[in-house]
C-alpha cells in the first residue's frame, strides 16, 4: 500500500478541502444574557411573535388544468428512447472486477415503443394526489360535460403521441409540471389563522440553549441579544448582527433558533431574527426579518420566495402586530421604518 501512499493522501485532501474543520481548544460557550432575556422589552417582543399557526390552501381544478396546459405546450419535448449498447471484457482479479471496452459505444432512437403502455393516469394519481378525471382532462385537453359528451376547452390538443414514444419520460415531465404548477398555486392560496391561546413558542427553551461557537470564525460579541455571543453562520448575518448591535434604537434582538418554525407547504421555515426598535422612546416597532444577500425575486431560489411569501402570510394571521420584512440593506430597512 505504501506505493498509493501519495495518491491516498492527495484524494483525501481534495475530498476535505471545503470542510469547516475548527480547532476544538477554540471552542467557547454561549451564555444566556439574563439582562435582556428577562427585561420587559424582550417578553414584550416574543409576546408578539410566538404564537403558532395552521395553514389552509384554497385553489380550483380549472386553473391548475390551465396553467398545467399551458406550460405543456409551451415547453414540453419529450425525445424518443435511447438503446445503448457497449461491448466489454470483464476480468476478476484481487482488487475486483475489471472491466475494459472492446467495442465503441453504440446508441440508436427507439423510433416506436412496442412494449405494453403503462398507466399514466395511475402514475399521476400516485405522484401528484390528483383525480383520475382531472389527469384524464389535462392529457386530451377534453371535459365531459354534463349530456354525457366531451368538448374540448383549449386549443393545446392532446400530447398521447409524445406518451407512446417514450412513456417513462412523458410521465415524468409531466408530473413534474404539475408538482410545480400545483406548489404555487398553493402557496399563492395560503391562508394561515392562529391556533388557540395555549400553542406557543415558550420564551423558557431559549433558556434551555447549549451552543458553543468558535471565537475566530462564528462568534460576535453581543450586549443587546438573548446571548453573550451571537452565532453567525455567514458573512452577511454577521454584518446585520453588528448593525443590530450598533443602533442605540434597537433595544434588544434575536437570533431566532432552529426549534422557531413556521409550517408551510415546502417543509418548515425558520426566520433569521427577531428585532425591537424604540424610536425617540415614542413608539416600539416589533419586526421579524429575513437576511439575505438578494431579496430580489429573479435572485431568490423558488424555494425561499415561497417560504417568505408563507412568512408574511403566518405573521399577518397573528394580528400584525409584528412586520415581517425581507431585507438585504439594512440602511435601507433603517430609513423605512
Known sequence: MASYRTEIETVCRRACRRLPIQ?????EPVVLNKEIYLSAEFKELWDKIKWKTRYRVNFSSDELLAKCRAEMAADFKVAAAKIIQTKVEMAIEESGVQTKKIHPMRVRDVQEYHGALPDVVAYLQNETNLTR???VELLTGRRRMADGTWEAFDEYGNHLDAFRRNPQLFMEKTAKIVRKVMKSLIVAGIRYERLGDTEFYRQELFASEELQGYLESNMLKSKRSLYNYIIYDSKNERNFAKHFEDDPAVKCFA???????ISTPLGSYNPDWAILFDIDGERKLYFVVETKGNVDDAYLRPVEREKIHCGRAHFRALGGEA????????????MNI
Not at 480547532?23 to 471552542?27: E, T
Not at 437570533?255 to 418554525?261: E, G, H, T
Not at 412586520?323 to 433603517?334: K, L, M, N, S
Open 323 to 334: 412586520a415581517f420584512e425581507a431585507i438585504d440593506d439594512y440602511e435601507t430597512f433603517r
Open 255 to 261: 437570533k431566532l433558533p432552529a426549534w422557531f418554525k
Open 133 to 135: 378525471r382531472t389527469i
Open 23 to 27: 480547532d476544538g481548544r477554540n471552542r
